[in-house]
T-cell receptor
């Protein structure tokens, strides 16, 4: 079966712009989580969506938002981009919320210049 | 505040020997622990996990040990193979309500040499 698909793979944006990243979970998976990976901080939890509802949120500013559609696909949006937002953004899907069977996508590498 | 810590950023081990990767945590509410392996340009891949009701879990060449009193867990790989060269992340989750939120360490880069 197809894995978790994240698009685009690479993105370059300018400070102040906004960006939308997309994640298509494994078929049948209803939970989608987003993580930010930076060299100094490792992977940090952004938020989790299950059945179109945000179930959990990490400690990120309101510029980071997300949503989930009825087909479980999820999008993440970052507004007013800052240089420090440059990172690898990873999406993970699971059958259920609170489960530990997360499968990660390959990520979107965002560079803010 | 780093609640999950991997204090060794890198580790080099000879092929065939044992690799031991360590992880410490500070949050006593964590009750489930996982190890992920990550190759460059790929997402993390789940390796093995352990619940706080156990102190050991084994899967083939991989064994995870949990010492709750010390808030410490370790991943043993025996024997180590060149294909094991990757970054290993330790992760933890809490009980219901926060179980979906994985808290990761900063990773340990394992290099298995010939």
């Amino acid at each position: 079966k197809a894995g978790v698909t994240q698009t685009p793979r690479y993105l370059i944006k300018t400070r102040g712009q906004q960006v939308t990243l997309s994640c298509s979970p494994i078929s049948g998976h209803r939970s989608v989580s987003w993580y930010q990976q930076t060299p100094g901080q490792g992977l940090q939890f952004l938020f989790e969506y299950f059945s179109e509802t945000q179930r959990n949120k990490g400690n990120f500013p309101g510029r980071f938002s997300g949503r989930q559609f009825s087909n479980s696909r999820s999008e993440m949006n970052v507004s007013t981009l800052e240089l420090g937002d440059s990172a690898l953004y990873l999406c993970a899907s699971s059958l259920w919320t609170g489960g530990n069977g997360y499968t990660f996508g390959s990520g979107t590498r965002l560079t803010v210049v | 505040d780093q609640q999950v810590k991997q204090n060794s950023p890198s580790l080099s081990v000879q092929e065939g020997r044992i690799s031991i990767l360590n992880c410490d945590y500070t949050n006593s509410m964590f009750d489930y622990f996982l190890w992920y392996k990550k190759y460059p340009a790929e997402g993390p891949t789940f390796l093995i996990s352990i619940s706080s009701i156990k102190d050991k879990n084994e899967d083939g060449r991989f064994t995870v040990f949990l010492n709750k009193s010390a808030k410490h867990l370790s991943l043993h790989i025996v024997p180590s193979q060149p294909g094991d060269s990757a970054v290993y992340f330790c992760a933890a989750s809490g009980n219901t309500g926060t179980a979906s939120k994985l808290t990761f360490g900063t990773g340990t880069r394992l290099q298995v040499t010939l």
